[in-house]
């Protein structure tokens, strides 16, 4: 996965679990593309100290991920529901049984899931 995407999708799952500070630092950095050194200014810190806090944020997230497995499951059951919207666009061509039984086995999956 992309990392800027990877960085999103971990803050947003996660991100309500950092502090004020690390919130708002982060967001500048990651989502908005502010430079270290334009975060720096803008709080008051060294580029180094936006660097590290960034780079802390990043393990702070992953380690929830690694043991929540938020994201994973959001993943997977967007490519079920993705193969779901993919079986429904071919409703002409697929039998009704054959629909039927992949639409129960896919929803089978998405309940699993959750």
Same mark, same amino acid.
Request: charged share 30%; proline share 0%; net charge negative.
């Given at each position: 996965?992309?990392? /800027? &995407?990877?960085?999103?999708?971990?803050?947003? /799952?996660?991100?309500?679990?950092?502090?004020?500070?690390?919130?708002?630092?982060?967001?500048?950095?990651?989502?908005?593309?502010?430079?270290?050194?334009?975060?720096?200014?803008? /709080?008051?810190?060294?580029?180094?100290?936006?660097?590290?806090?960034?780079?802390?944020?990043?393990?702070?997230?992953?380690?929830?991920?690694?043991?929540?497995?938020?994201?994973?499951?959001?993943?997977?059951?967007?490519?079920?529901?993705?193969?779901?919207?993919?079986?429904?666009?071919?409703?002409?061509?697929?039998?009704?049984?054959? &629909?039927?039984?992949?639409?129960?086995? &896919?929803?089978?999956?998405?309940?699993?899931?959750?």
């Amino acid at each position: 996965m992309e990392e /800027f &995407l990877q960085q999103t999708l971990l803050y947003d /799952f996660y991100g309500e679990l950092l502090t004020e500070h690390q919130r708002k630092v982060y967001e500048e950095v990651v989502l908005n593309d502010l430079s270290y050194s334009e975060a720096a200014e803008m /709080f008051g810190v060294s580029r180094q100290g936006v660097h590290e806090l960034v780079k802390r944020c990043n393990k702070i997230l992953s380690e929830y991920e690694s043991k929540l497995h938020l994201v994973e499951r959001f993943m997977q059951i967007r490519d079920t529901v993705k193969q779901i919207q993919k079986m429904a666009s071919q409703l002409d061509f697929i039998d009704k049984e054959t &629909l039927a039984s992949g639409v129960r086995e &896919l929803s089978g999956k998405i309940l699993e899931e959750l």
